[in-house]
T-cell receptor, first 114, second 113 residues
Framework: NAGVTQTPKFQVLKTGQSMTLQCAQDMNHNSMYWYRQDPGMGLRLIYYSASEGTTDKGEVPNGYNVSRLNKREFSLRLESAAPSQTSVYFCASSALAGGYNEQFFGPGTRLTVL | SQKIEQNSEALNIQEGKTATLTCNYTNYSPAYLQWYRQDPGRGPVFLLLIRENEKEKRKERLKVTFDTTLKQSLFHITASQPADSATYLC????????????WGAGTKLIIKP
């Protein structure tokens, strides 16, 4: 039981390049989330998927797209990376959406955009 | 807008003492408040959840209180150990969303032997 896995662990991009961050969970959770974490700031929600087949914008969606490929997988795409997107990205999942449900986090992807 | 404030300065505590971390929030009375632990280079790990009608919640050496009048939650670790050293995050549900959490920036706790 791996929980939430993310790939890659580290990535360096040049401005304008694109990439997809992959996330998978094996806990049969309905809801999945993408966050970014920057120094001195709280986690900020980029996009979330309350259930399979739905996705919604979070607090900071600009410059990102997501795909809920199936119940297990939720990917985050940067179409044209910018230095402001340098951050640590975390994927999380929960059994159901909502503040009553604890979230399980992956190990993170450390992204640097030059 | 909603805000969560946690002490940005690291908290240094002697081993064996009780560590108390604070989470203050504004402009909202959340139904739930969650606490997480984050170690360097790792994702957050859930610790405790407390509901607005619960004044206190305990789990082993951990205790969380929730004062909706003061708009504050306190997180206590009793008999602290060096292994408790980490950053502790609080999170609450956004008032305009059923699903989105707002997160504090966290407080770094250092337990000295």
């Amino acid at each position: 039981n791996a929980g939430v896995t993310q790939t890659p662990k580290f990535q360096v991009l040049k401005t304008g390049q694109s990439m997809t961050l992959q996330c998978a969970q094996d806990m049969n959770h309905n809801s999945m989330y993408w966050y970014r974490q920057d120094p001195g700031m709280g986690l900020r929600l980029i996009y979330y998927s309350a259930s399979e087949g739905t996705t919604d914008k979070g607090e900071v969606p600009n410059g990102y797209n997501v795909s809920r490929l199936n119940k297990r997988e939720f990917s985050l795409r940067l179409e044209s990376a910018a230095p402001s997107q340098t951050s640590v990205y975390f994927c999380a999942s929960s059994a159901l959406a909502g503040g009553y449900n604890e979230q399980f986090f992956g190990p993170g992807t450390r992204l640097t955009v030059l | 807008s909603q805000k969560i404030e946690q002490n940005s300065e690291a908290l240094n505590i002697q081993e064996g003492k009780t560590a108390t971390l604070t989470c203050n929030y504004t402009n909202y009375s959340p139904a739930y408040l969650q606490w997480y632990r984050q170690d360097p280079g790792r994702g957050p790990v859930f610790l405790l959840l407390i509901r607005e009608n619960e004044k206190e919640k305990r789990k082993e050496r951990l205790k969380v209180t929730f004062d909706t009048t003061l708009k504050q939650s306190l997180f206590h670790i009793t008999a602290s150990q060096p292994a408790d050293s980490a950053t502790y995050l609080c999170a609450l549900l956004r008032m305009d969303s059923n699903y989105q959490l707002i997160w504090g920036a966290g407080t770094k706790l250092i337990i000295k032997p």
